[in-house]
């Protein structure tokens, strides 16, 4: 199975903080990699998925950069109402993999 | 418009069973990959299983022998059969329409296995 470690777990940032977020694979997973964001009692909602590809409707002060086994979500200028848990997913092979989420909180 | 709707869930003893179901309206659930995830109360993620559009199926180890994902093609709805249930298995579950990964989510349905 592949493993997917996020980094980090959790941290603090204040409104306009440039955030990224990191998610290291066991085996190269070329770009099959999607990121999701889940606030608390809320579904999960994808925002990048093939590694780079934002989904309709998500802002663009959100990207996503990486191949093979090294992973980046940024978020350009963090807005109040982007503090909340993110999750990379694997899905390159079955069982997908989801990380450990980091958790973003307001500093 | 995509819509997923989860019901099913509830309280169960250990060693039980309980079979979810997931309608799906605004697209066919035969012509696409359909997945169950599920988040224990305060924890991350954990995909479950998937089903293809041939009807070929995996798991994860956690499950394995324990559930079955199916699908009723007349009903467009998915469903996964969940025995032997433990307390481990205590989540919400989602289902989802596959698209690169889970994609289209819905609500969610709350499993809890207790005595």
């Known amino acids: 199975d592949i493993q997917m470690t996020q980094s980090p777990s959790a941290m603090s940032a204040s409104v306009g903080d440039r955030v990224t977020i990191t998610c290291r694979a066991s085996?190269?997973?070329?770009?099959?990699l999607a990121w999701f964001q889940q606030k608390p009692g809320k579904v999960p909602k994808r925002l990048i998925y093939?590694?780079?590809s934002l989904q309709s409707g998500v802002p663009l002060r959100f990207s996503g950069s990486g191949s093979g086994t090294e992973f980046t979500l940024t978020i350009s200028s963090l807005q109040p109402e982007d503090f909340a848990t993110y999750y990379c997913?694997?899905?390159?092979?079955?069982?997908?993999?989801f990380g450990g989420g980091t958790k973003v909180e307001i500093k | 418009e995509v819509q997923l709707a989860e019901s099913g869930g509830g309280l169960v003893q250990p060693g039980g069973s309980l079979r979810l179901s997931c309608a799906a309206s605004?697209?066919?659930?035969?012509?696409?990959?359909m997945s169950w995830v599920r988040q224990a109360p305060g924890k991350g993620l954990e995909w479950v299983s998937v089903?293809?559009?041939?009807?070929?199926?995996h798991y994860a180890d956690s499950v394995k022998g324990r559930f079955t994902i199916s699908r009723d093609n007349s009903k467009n709805t998915l469903y996964l059969q969940m025995n032997s249930l433990r307390a481990e298995d205590t989540a919400v579950y989602y289902c989802?329409?596959?698209?690169?990964?889970?994609?289209?989510w819905g609500q969610g349905t709350l499993v809890t296995v207790s005595s």
């Open positions: 989802a329409r596959d698209s690169s990964g889970p994609a289209d």
């Open positions: 089903i293809y559009r041939g009807a070929g199926t």
């Open positions: 605004g697209f066919t659930v035969s012509s696409h990959y």
């Open positions: 997913l694997q899905h390159s092979s079955y069982p997908l993999t």
């Open positions: 085996q190269g997973i070329s770009n099959d």
């Open positions: 093939a590694s780079s």
